[in-house]
């Protein structure tokens, strides 16, 4: 057994003996103490043995049921598949085939969705057959699939190692603040999300797991905000892991007197960029916020903001274990907890990983992002734009839901706009663009845009199924109205 792992097995063998009444797990229907977890977690490692299983994959919605099966897979050795809820049934068999998951537990609506597939019920378990090699690196304890800008999920191998030295710098670092329930508010199937409940469990602290149902999310990126508010008010969380839309609408809330966040000492925020507007705007009502930033190549997080070491429109300092260099064109290269490498390609043997991301340091050793290498374009002024700081600005303040920035060899950017409200107008639109032109370099600046006429969704082939803007596909699509702008500038006299 790995050091990590000892450490972590360890530590809730210390909570079900030294807090063994204390509540452990809370879903839709039951209540856990630290003693049950543990002794349902060995129950079910023994299942797993007695099933002779290699490969799980887990396609359940949050719950007790679905973190009990993911520990016992991790303490057993076995490598387990998370396949989030907004993947498509498409997907989800592309996962299954590509990791060779002869055993499935799964919500009762996918029954059919895995006898197509040619699995079959026995007890908890949908078994198929694989034949074939292996296509996974040993050591492998979790396989996380990324949908990136494809429509087909790449696999990504993690040792347990990398993944509960991430999970344990997670629990140190919001020590200060002494979070005592945490409530997973994104998939389990989330990396993200997954680790920061084994920092909970670390810190042997009340994990309340919710079903997206109750929460009220949908998909990707649907969320009945009432429904929301409602399960955060009835169970009163002292730390959330968030993403900016859901930063925003908390904020939105609060702002409303609609949510309190009187409870919350630690709300940790990723996934994309945060403009820096949303992060005042979170200070002022109050809501603790500590952007950070990672990728499922270096077991999610690398940086993060913490409670003595905050700097706004940073995504912080790197963590204890991870080293951070830029190389020359300031692209983020990260060393530590890095993938074994991905599904079917060869080890990943070097030690630095390429982010694909731009960034550069100040004096204190915060980091600052500066988007995508790959989605950077070039002015016809010569100036380098990453449109997502630019979208951030533009999605995270007002009426506007979507955008979609362009400006590769144009005087001026122009963006496409979907509002949140159907009956919000084109005066309204336009504000909210001036306001976000304010914050904003010249160079940077929005000076044309076009309503659209549809939101960019993944059923219209514009955003990837985990919300995602396919950028070369919307460029494709909107040509016309992204450019036509530009033409009418120098035909101006």
């Known amino acids: 057994m790995s050091p990590e792992m000892e450490h972590f097995q360890q530590t809730l063998r210390n909570h079900a003996e030294q807090k063994a009444n204390a509540l452990a797990l809370w879903d839709d229907h039951r209540k856990l103490d630290y003693a049950t977890l543990y002794a349902e977690v060995i129950f079910r490692q023994q299942r797993l043995r007695d099933e002779e299983v290699r490969v799980l994959a887990l396609a359940l919605d949050n719950g007790i049921e679905a973190l009990l099966w993911d520990l016992a897979a991790l303490f057993e050795g076995l490598t387990c598949v998370a396949l989030p809820p907004f993947f498509s049934p498409a997907q989800r068999q592309h996962c299954l085939e590509q990791s060779q998951a002869e055993h499935v537990i799964a919500e009762p609506s996918l029954q059919e969705e895995l006898q197509a597939a040619g699995y079959q019920k026995g007890g908890e378990f949908w078994h198929r057959t694989f034949s074939g090699p292996n296509r996974m690196p040993e050591g492998t304890a979790k396989l996380t699939f990324t949908s990136g800008t494809t429509g087909t999920p790449k696999g990504v191998c993690l040792s347990a190692d990398s993944i509960l030295r991430v999970a344990r710098e997670l629990d140190l670092a919001s020590e200060p603040t002494d979070p005592q329930h945490h409530l997973a508010l994104l998939p389990l199937a989330i990396l993200l999300e997954n680790i920061g409940c084994y920092a909970a469990l670390y810190a042997g602290a009340t994990l309340s797991l919710p079903s997206q149902k109750t929460l009220g999310i949908a998909g990707a ?214 306001q976000a032109n304010e914050a904003l370099p010249e160079y940077a600046q929005v000076r044309h845009w076009s309503r659209l006429d549809q939101p960019f969704t993944a059923t219209n082939g514009l955003l990837t199924a985990n919300g995602r803007p396919r950028r070369d596909a919307i460029i494709e699509r909107y040509r016309t109205q992204l450019t036509e702008s530009a033409f009418s500038e120098e035909s101006a006299p």
């Open 221 to 434: 990126s649907g969320v009945e905000v009432p429904k929301l508010l409602g399960c955060l008010a009835s169970r009163s969380p002292q730390s959330l892991v968030l993403v900016p839309q859901l930063l925003l609408m908390l904020v939105g809330a609060a702002e409303q007197k609609a949510f309190d966040p009187q409870h919350l000492r630690f709300a940790a925020v990723g996934g994309a960029r945060v403009s820096e507007d949303l992060l005042h705007r979170a200070e002022r009502v109050r809501i603790p916020v500590y952007e950070g930033y990672g990728l499922s190549e270096c077991a999610s997080v690398v940086c993060l903001n913490r409670p003595q070491a905050r700097r706004p429109g940073s995504v912080g300092r790197p963590l204890p274990h991870v080293e951070i260099r830029l190389a020359d064109d300031g692209e983020v290269l990260i060393k530590g907890s890095t993938l074994l490498g991905y599904l079917g390609e060869a080890l990943h043997t070097d030690q630095w990983w390429p982010s694909g991301d731009l960034g550069e340091f100040d004096a204190e050793g915060f980091l600052y992002l500066k988007g995508r290498k790959k989605h950077q374009f070039v002015t016809s002024f010569g100036r380098n734009v990453n449109p997502e700081w630019v979208e951030a600005e533009l999605t995270q303040r007002g009426p506007i839901a979507q955008a979609f920035v362009y400006g590769e060899a144009m005087p001026h950017n122009h963006a496409l706009l979907w509002p949140h409200r159907p009956d919000c107008t084109d005066d309204q639109l336009a504000a909210a663009v001036s």
